[in-house]
C-alpha cells in the first residue's frame, strides 16, 4: 500500500507544499514542533535512509540543505536542525526544525497553527528558497 507521503506527491491527500523538484518535494508537518517544521522527502517511496543508493541520499540531503536554507530566512531561530526518525512513516523523510531551545527536538510537544498561518509560511519559505 502507498505511504501517506506518496498519497501526498500524486496529489491525493493534500500538504502546505513549500518546494519540489523532479526527486524531491518538501512540505509543512502537519504536527509541528516549531513554527516552521518542513518535511523533505524523496518522492520515489523508500522506507529506511541508509537503503537509499548514493544519487539519491546526495539529492535528498542537497535538497535539504536548499530548504533548510530558505526556511531560515523565514523564521526565527538559532539554526535548523536535521533530523531523521520514520518511526511513524515509512517513507523517507527529513525533518527540518527551526531552533530556539533543546525542546524543539522534542516530538512530544507540539504547536498548533490555522490553515492560514500554514499557507503563508508555506510561501513565505518558498520565497526564500534560492
Ligand atoms: P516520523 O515518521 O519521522 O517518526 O514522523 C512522521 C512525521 O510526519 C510526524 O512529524 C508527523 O507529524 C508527520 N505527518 C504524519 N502524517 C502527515 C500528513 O498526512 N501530512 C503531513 N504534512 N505531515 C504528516
Redesign the pocket.
Known sequence: MAS?FSK?VDGS?P??KVYEDDDCLA?????PNSFGHT?CILKREVDYLFDLNDVEYNKLMNFSKKVANGLEKSVTCKRVALSV?????PHV?V?LIPLNSMSDMD?SKNIQLEKKDFENLALKINSNIK
Open positions: 501517506i501526498i491527500i500538504c502546505y512540505f509543512l508537518d502537519i504536527n518535511l526518525v520514520g518511526l511513524e512513516v523523510h525533518h516530538f
